[in-house]
């Protein structure tokens, strides 16, 4: 990208040379520049979406869930789909509180389960003496806290991962191996 406008630049022997002229003034120039910009964020959002990278739908029994593919970064697990609080009940507050769950109700829109839901009530701080929480616990408290700020009574909700592939140390097998009886297979 050039950093002056074409049009206040003129050829000399080793390529361009920025050459003001009398006739532009500043608001010429910013305008150029703001055209140019205009143009370079309309075609940066004209671009196409990836189909690879579209978010995963599944549906349920209650409604459509919209979720994430996920890479686990390791060397046994593969990556996964993650549908994020997901209910399972209908929220215990008001009324509902101190019954026995009941089946969420339905939605009719595709339903975001890509962010936590709300934790439970709790207090990580003070609840023990530090004498009594292991070290790995004590040591990242504020790690463990920073998940539980959002909190509420209504948290009946699951996470769930789906892997999408195998991982790389799951074992393979051929239909003449799947088709076979496990005691010919050696297993006891």
Known sequence: ?????????????????FSPRPCCNMADTCLVWLLGLALR?????CQKIDPANKLPTVTTN?????????????EILGPVEQYLGVPYATAPIGDRR????????SWQEI????????????????????IMLPVWFTDNLDVAASYIQNQSEDCLYLNVYVPTEDGPLTKKHDESTMNRPRDEEGHR
């Open 41 to 45: 964020l309309s075609l940066t959002s």
């Open 111 to 130: 339903r975001n389960a890509t962010a936590f839901a709300p934790v439970c009530p709790q207090n990580v701080h003070g609840v023990l003496p530090e």
């Open 98 to 105: 101190f019954q026995p769950p009941e089946a969420p109700g």
């Open 1 to 17: 990208m050039y950093l002056f406008p074409l049009s206040l630049c003129k050829p000399n022997g080793r390529g361009l040379s």
């Open 62 to 74: 209650y409604g459509k869930l919209r979720g994430l593919k996920k890479d686990l970064n390791n």
